[in-house]
């Protein structure tokens, strides 16, 4: 079972900049896509930022134009730099990981979350 260890998020000011990042273990050679996730009390949770094992990036249209996503060679690991953070982007961030179990069939991994609070 891949396992998702998050880091980063915390107390952010508003206007400034915030730093998440994602590491895999386990199988991780069957991961096909890692992605940010946040979800903000009484709301659904809406996809950040994904990075697929070919290189194909999308990011949410909420954060466009503010957000970076990158991951590292070994395919593990995915950074997330968010900047002009606003008091909207105040959520609990969760990292999730597409995983392929057969030819057919791909499940999600879900990390446990991080929370990030926006200070006006």
């Known amino acids: 079972q891949v396992h998702l260890a998050e880091s980063g998020g915390g107390l952010v000011q508003a206007g400034g900049s915030l730093s998440l990042s994602c590491t895999a273990s386990?199988?991780?050679?069957?991961?096909?896509?890692l992605a940010w996730y946040r979800q903000a009390p009484g709301k659904t949770r809406e996809l950040v930022a994904i990075?697929?094992?070919?290189?194909?990036?999308q990011y949410g249209d909420s954060v466009k134009g503010r957000i970076t996503a990158s991951r590292d060679a070994g395919g593990n690991k995915l950074d997330l730099q968010m900047d002009s953070v606003k008091p909207d982007d105040a959520a609990t961030y969760y990292c999730?990981?597409?995983?392929?179990?057969?030819?057919?069939?791909?499940?999600?991994?879900w990390g446990q979350g991080t929370l990030v609070t926006v200070s006006s």
């Open positions: 990075v697929t094992t070919g290189g194909y990036t």
């Open positions: 386990g199988p991780t050679v069957c991961i096909s896509a």
């Open positions: 999730n990981a597409r995983v392929v179990v057969s030819i057919e069939a791909t499940v999600e991994e």
